[in-house]
């Protein structure tokens, strides 16, 4: 027999219990707030594959009584065909809307899992983006209180109900969100960037209103059946528990996991495939597009496919855009757009590493007569960047900024847990946050300009401009 769900049977409910729940979340955001960075050595983690396949990446921190847990699952829109654009974040938001009945257990109504949740004082967040979909789930370490909270999620990943009615409902508000985001001239260039960047490619799919539209009950129950597998997951712990508690907690999470129907088993898989569902071309052909709009500044965003997140140069790259265009007001981009000619408040370039090859953008806003000047210098600066590299000062700044300020990536268990699931689910180095400031540390100006010449071509980029003068061809 399966362990009793929340909700179920034994409630907290008295006066005394619920106090000391209190006092333990306001200790414990005490602690937050005024504990020194966190450390996450190599030789501290703890990973390990469970029987059903599933990835689990654990860090003891016994400093504050709470524990976080995110779960990646390699479900993100990336899976999606074109003509079902969305299903992969609707699975996701249907899963808290209900819960179905199995042999030991009843059903849950989306109140009775938001009641049962907040009856625990759990914190419970989630996603889907590209490449992968998330839940997140903050509990006080107290073993009662995490081990419920640990099986009604599991009930809620793996034994969801996709009631018609309920999925008409959040398709109306999605839809409705949608076409209120069709309006705004930075959705539209963005969306507009992406389609450019990848048209044959999942990555490049949007969401539409007819797309959403003709989203069903059963292509959820199929999307979540073959991509919702234990063996898909990537779980990362950041807490106060011992590796012992951390493993049965595991096992707590993946409680309802579907059994094979021939042994009453959980069925044994490898570990998530990194096959990807299309291949993807960098070659595609640069485009550059106006699109009208009556918005009074103009939006200008340009891009490429660059790297992956396992490219050997992402140090090397890091450090250079952080010189380009990552570092704020001590970047290039900066200096020769806001600071010279006040062409635009703020202007921004940036790797997004996916699983594969993710692009490079450089975007800003500006009034409408300057568009066609801003467009010029921030295409001059980066060919210029790409031609000579950094300088030395430049490189030495960057370095120290860099550096300076990795403690601050790693200051809570909430910061230290994005960094750890990142690590988790794109299968990089155990040592990455140990090695991050040496490596960063090693770049040199010749590795700056030789890694950005290699995934930045700028016959390659493509330029979109939302709301831009009147005539204007980019």
């Known amino acids: 027999m399966r362990p009793q769900s929340l909700g179920q049977q034994q409630q907290f409910g008295t006066k005394g219990e619920s106090m000391k729940r209190t006092l333990l979340i306001l200790l414990t955001a005490v602690s937050i707030f005024g504990s020194s960075a966190l450390q996450a050595r190599s030789q501290d983690l703890r990973q390990w594959t469970t029987a059903s396949g599933a990835r689990v990446l654990f860090l003891a921190a016994p400093e504050i009584p709470m524990v976080d847990v995110a779960i990646d699952v390699d479900a993100g829109s990336r899976w999606e065909t074109s003509v079902h654009a969305g299903l992969a974040a609707m699975v996701g938001a249907m899963m808290p809307r209900g819960i179905r009945a199995n042999?030991?257990?009843?059903?849950?109504?989306?109140?009775?899992?938001?009641?049962?949740?907040?009856?625990?004082?759990?914190?419970?967040?989630?996603?889907?983006?590209?490449?992968?979909?998330?839940?997140?789930?903050r509990t006080l370490s107290d073993a009662e209180v995490r081990e419920r909270a640990a099986r009604l999620l599991s009930r809620m990943m793996f034994e969801p109900t996709f009631d018609q009615a309920i999925l008409q409902r959040e398709k109306?508000?999605?839809?409705?969100?949608?076409?209120?985001?069709?309006?705004?001239?930075?959705?539209?260039?963005?969306?507009?960037?992406?389609?450019?960047?990848?048209?044959?490619?999942?990555?490049?799919?949007?969401a539409t209103p007819e797309t959403i539209e003709a989203i069903t009950a059963d292509d959820l129950i199929r999307f979540h059946r073959q991509h919702w597998q234990a063996h898909r997951m990537r779980i990362t712990i950041v807490g106060a528990l011992t590796e012992a508690q951390a493993r049965a907690w595991v096992e707590q999470l993946l409680s309802a996991a579907p059994m094979t129907s021939t042994t009453?088993?959980?069925?044994?898989?490898?570990?998530?495939?990194?096959?990807?569902?299309?291949?993807?071309?960098?070659?595609?052909?640069?485009?550059?597009?106006?699109?009208?709009?009556?918005?009074?500044?103009?939006?200008?965003?340009l891009g490429l496919p660059a790297i992956a997140r396992d490219d050997p140069d992402f140090f090397a790259l890091t450090v250079g855009n952080y010189i380009l265009g990552g570092g704020g007001f001590v970047s290039r981009l900066t200096e020769e757009i806001r600071e010279k000619r006040g062409l635009s408040y703020s202007v921004f370039s940036a790797f997004q590493p996916l699983a594969q090859p993710g692009p490079f953008l450089m975007s800003l806003q500006t009034q409408k007569a300057k568009a066609p000047e801003a467009l010029q210098v921030m295409e001059k600066t980066l060919l210029r960047f790409l031609q000579e590299g950094p300088t030395e000062k430049e490189l030495k700044a960057a370095k120290q900024n860099l550096i300076g300020g990795f403690a601050l990536r790693l200051d809570t268990n909430r910061k230290l847990l994005d960094n750890l699931a990142q690590i988790n689910f794109y299968d990089m180095p155990l040592d990455y946050l140990d090695t991050w400031t040496e490596k960063?540390?090693?770049?040199?100006?010749?590795?700056?300009?030789?890694?950005?010449?290699?995934?930045?071509?700028p016959e390659r980029i493509s330029v979109i401009v939302v709301a831009g003068p009147e005539g204007f061809a980019p």
Request: charged share 20%; proline share 6%.
């Open 172 to 206: 109306l508000r999605t839809i409705a969100g949608l076409r209120e985001s069709m309006t705004q001239p930075q959705s539209i260039a963005t969306k507009a960037l992406w389609r450019a960047l990848y048209p044959a490619h999942p990555y490049g799919q949007q």
């Open 103 to 137: 042999s030991t257990m009843p059903a849950m109504n989306e109140t009775q899992i938001s009641e049962s949740f907040a009856e625990l004082a759990v914190q419970r967040g989630g996603g889907v983006t590209l490449d992968r979909a998330s839940i997140s789930l």
């Open 440 to 457: 960063v540390s090693r770049v040199t100006r010749e590795d700056i300009r030789r890694a950005m010449n290699r995934v930045v071509a």
């Open 264 to 301: 009453g088993e959980r069925a044994v898989m490898h570990a998530p495939s990194r096959q990807h569902p299309a291949p993807l071309n960098v070659q595609t052909k640069a485009v550059r597009q106006a699109i009208a709009h009556p918005a009074s500044q103009s939006h200008l965003w």
